[in-house]
């Protein structure tokens, strides 16, 4: 035990230190002065009137042109609109989706945005996943809403017209998100570098538009979940059919997918790489046209929100509400003005790494020999086959 004047001496030096860390947390500003100019005019900085005077300059800062920005206004601003305080004026919804935009677009700190729209960091970190939530729950009924059976029948309709994969409902395909470890979380996939690893997977249509998206922790999915519980589940998958200018057996619709995707029975996958003869290889290169499509969705959102490629401290559930806003807005954008891709003459030569299959089913397999017998038929043959050895 101490001695009582050694106990006291401690107890003075601790009441010291958590009186220096008070002075050292106390505010220097009740609002910054950065912040009082917004607060004093009561709209939009005149940063927004002199990009909207300019709408080369807005489309490079925000990637949409005024016109698509003004409808998204009008499409979230009964869901953000809020009333002046006694303390300070409101944030138009405009300016809120422009801090939301530039922080997905560039990826951002809340310090950078605070400074160049004159919102306190706090104020930025709300208006964004207030905004982000708007966006998901204003748009997802009109740009992704789950696909009828006429949808389903229309999709692998455009899935044969463009890749001529037929019975073809999407291509499904998984990014890795890193977010920064927050402290006194916890995750069971945290790297040394302090990262924690998030799985984006998504299944897109063949007009590079995302059909159904999830984000989950890799340490806690299996194979093929995101398929098993969309498009199972009630969704209105259309029946069996015979596959194009056959009269053969009815044959499933499916998805093309990877060896990520191994036990859903309506995936289909590339044959391995040892002993393909043939009809293995023409079939390795139409399914690979075909699944492309998702390589080419993921590589259009990822570069034009810069957000989902760059390593962040947030939320777990700020980043789902955040890739959500991505891929809502890329969905409208799409719609607004599609991308056209030239698959015909594009160098498909990708196939599975994996050189044997432990879950293979014997009806997966007949099913896609089935595929691949067709591929090399008359009905099923496509030009881009010649050459072919």
Not at 50 to 63: I, M, N, W
Not at 100 to 118: A, C, I, K, M, N
Not at 158 to 184: E, H, M, Q, T, Y
Not at 362 to 380: D, L, P, Q, T, V
Request: hydrophobic letters at 40%; a positive charge.
């Amino acid at each position: 035990m101490l001695p009582a004047h050694i106990i006291f001496g401690f107890e003075v030096l601790l009441l010291r230190a958590r009186r220096r860390a008070r002075e050292r947390r106390r505010r220097q500003f009740r609002v910054h002065q950065i912040s009082l100019t917004r607060m004093r005019s009561g709209g939009p900085s005149e940063l927004y009137y002199e990009l909207r005077s300019h709408p080369d300059k807005f489309l490079g800062y925000l990637c949409m042109s005024v016109e698509s920005f003004d409808y998204l206004v009008q499409r979230i601003e009964a869901r953000i609109q809020r009333q002046d305080s006694y303390y300070r004026r409101y944030i138009p919804p405009s300016e809120g989706l422009m801090v939301t935009l530039r922080f997905l677009v560039t990826g951002e700190s809340f310090s950078s945005l605070h400074s160049q729209f004159g919102m306190g960091i706090a104020i930025v970190s709300s208006i964004i996943r207030e905004t982000c939530r708007a966006l998901w729950n204003s748009l997802r009924e009109d740009f992704m809403p789950p696909p009828t059976t006429q949808q389903w029948l229309q999709i692998a309709k455009n899935f044969w017209d463009i890749c001529r994969f037929p019975n073809c409902v999407g291509a499904a395909n998984g990014k890795r998100i890193r977010i920064l470890k927050r402290s006194g979380s916890e995750s069971e996939c945290v790297s040394y570098k302090e990262y924690i690893s998030l799985v984006f997977m998504a299944f897109v249509d063949a007009q590079y538009r995302f059909v159904a998206v999830d984000v989950r922790e890799c340490g806690r999915i299996n194979d093929s979940w995101l398929l098993q519980e969309f498009l199972y589940d009630g969704c209105g998958l259309p029946a069996p059919r015979p596959l194009p200018g056959t009269d053969g057996p009815p044959m499933p619709f499916v998805v093309v997918g990877d060896k990520d995707f191994q036990k859903c029975p309506n995936v289909i996958k590339p044959y391995s790489n040892r002993g393909l003869n043939f009809s293995k290889r023409i079939f390795n290169r139409r399914l690979t046209r075909a699944r492309r499509i998702a390589e080419s969705t993921f590589g259009i959102l990822f570069r034009k929100w810069g957000i989902l490629s760059t390593p962040r401290r947030l939320k777990r559930d700020t980043v789902d509400d955040i890739v959500n806003a991505c891929v809502m807005l890329h969905n409208f954008l799409m719609m607004k003005k599609p991308v056209q891709f030239d698959l015909q003459s594009a160098d498909c030569d990708l196939q599975s790494s994996q050189n044997w299959d432990p879950t293979a089913t014997i009806a997966g397999n007949a099913m896609r020999h089935h595929f691949a017998e067709y591929f090399i038929s008359k009905a099923g043959w496509a030009d881009q086959q010649d050459g072919i050895v």
